[in-house]
């Protein structure tokens, strides 16, 4: 993998720590996730993002990825969005409380096309986290600090700060979210 691909994967990944943290605004409200065509309730989300996906533009905003997610954050109901200097993309941390930092899972979602080529290359490097669900979505698999599923029209970074969430858990979110934005 070069340099410069790495350096796109991993800068992004280390500022979702940032965002973990804390670093951004709580939302209040229902934002407990519910499976199903469920409603989240009425969630205002500073800077809600929306990005564009085959035939549709599908919000990226929290609220939006928490109701698409359900059961896998619905023991997180405290839920903080933020937007990272330099981005217009949100970052969505899930927490199981607004002082409960180790309980946390973080997504980020960036739209990012990507030559399918270059993703068959990726599929040769080092960090690829052999997945099935990965050809679904023409995409590949990257252990990055985070996980990282890359597909040709965006970048979906997973990562959690509590060690009882697995590398399987991590790719559920992922691929879910892939899913979602297939809409």
Request: aromatic letters at 2%.
């Amino acid at each position: 993998m070069s340099a410069r691909l790495r350096r796109g994967l991993v800068v992004p990944v280390a500022v979702l720590g940032f965002a973990a943290a804390g670093c951004g605004s709580s939302i209040e409200g229902a934002a407990v996730a519910q499976s199903g065509a469920a409603d989240v309730g009425s969630v205002s989300s500073p800077g809600s993002g929306s990005v564009s996906s085959p035939g549709s533009r599908v919000s990226t905003d929290c609220a939006a990825l928490t109701k698409a997610l359900g059961r896998l954050v619905s023991d997180r109901p405290h839920l903080t969005e933020a937007v990272l200097p330099g981005s217009i993309d949100p970052t969505c941390s899930w927490s199981k409380g607004p002082t409960n930092v180790m309980s946390t899972i973080t997504a980020s979602v960036r739209p990012q096309v990507t030559d399918p080529a270059v993703i068959v290359e990726m599929r040769n490097g080092t960090n690829v986290v052999a997945d099935p669900r990965s050809a679904e979505f023409g995409g590949v698999v990257l252990d990055v600090v985070a996980m990282a599923l890359l597909t040709p029209e965006h970048s979906i970074i997973v990562n959690a700060l509590d060690p009882s969430v697995g590398t399987a858990t991590k790719l559920d979110v992922a691929f879910a979210i892939a899913k979602y934005l297939e809409k």
